[in-house]
């Protein structure tokens, strides 16, 4: 559970505390240093890493080639940036990602509210924020890149409405994937079971 006074801090201004805690729990990792691969639908295991230099080493390491998910909110590595060497130590500072994370995903909820029509009854927030939330790990909806998608502005009504984290659908990885710098084919294997590769006894490079 998020600290109520880093959400006050840190988070969009535009989320309720409630519903920054529930897409955290939804999408995110207990862990700032958290980084998490994976590549064609597969998950790679990575070494855990103990530092900010060691979590920015994996994802300098690996951004470009597959999907790099960082920190709390695990943010999409890459989204924004032309080459590696512009990714900042800030992706794995807990403030700082969820600031930029929380920012993105408010835009996703209005994207997703104006697809419905920008319905301003508190009732229909859970469905906004379930096809949200798939949208933040797909990297689209309704064939949209959300990542780099215009904000359409507005604002969502979510009032108190208490969002249950729903099932993890299963993410086709290839949008996400594309969204990626360097990467320009659609991975294969869409809706594949996530497979673990071992590769942190291969050295680095």
Do not use: H
């Amino acid at each position: 559970m998020l600290d109520a006074a880093i959400i006050q801090k840190c988070a969009d201004p535009s989320l309720t505390p409630a519903v920054v805690e529930q897409f955290v729990q939804a999408v995110g990792s207990p862990d700032p240093l958290a980084v998490t691969v994976k590549s064609g639908g597969r998950l790679i295991l990575v070494p855990k890493a103990k530092t900010p230099e060691e979590a920015m080493g994996l994802i300098r390491q690996y951004v470009g080639q597959a999907v790099v998910r960082v920190g709390l909110t695990q943010f999409p590595a890459g989204v924004g940036i032309k080459d590696a060497s512009e990714l900042k130590p800030d992706l794995v500072d807990a403030c700082e990602n969820l600031r930029v994370g929380t920012k993105m995903f408010a835009k996703i909820l209005r994207l997703v509210a104006k697809w419905y029509g920008s319905p301003t009854s508190k009732e229909v927030f859970p469905q906004i924020f379930e096809d949200a939330v798939y949208a933040w790990k797909t990297g689209e909806f309704e064939g949209v890149g959300v990542f780099q998608a215009e904000d359409p502005g507005g604002e969502v009504e979510s009032g108190d409405a208490n969002v249950e984290p729903q099932d993890e659908k299963q993410a086709p990885v290839s949008e996400d994937a594309k969204l990626m710098i360097g990467q320009s084919q659609k991975e294969g294997d869409v809706g594949a079971a996530d497979m673990r590769i071992d590769l942190s006894r291969i050295g680095n490079k």
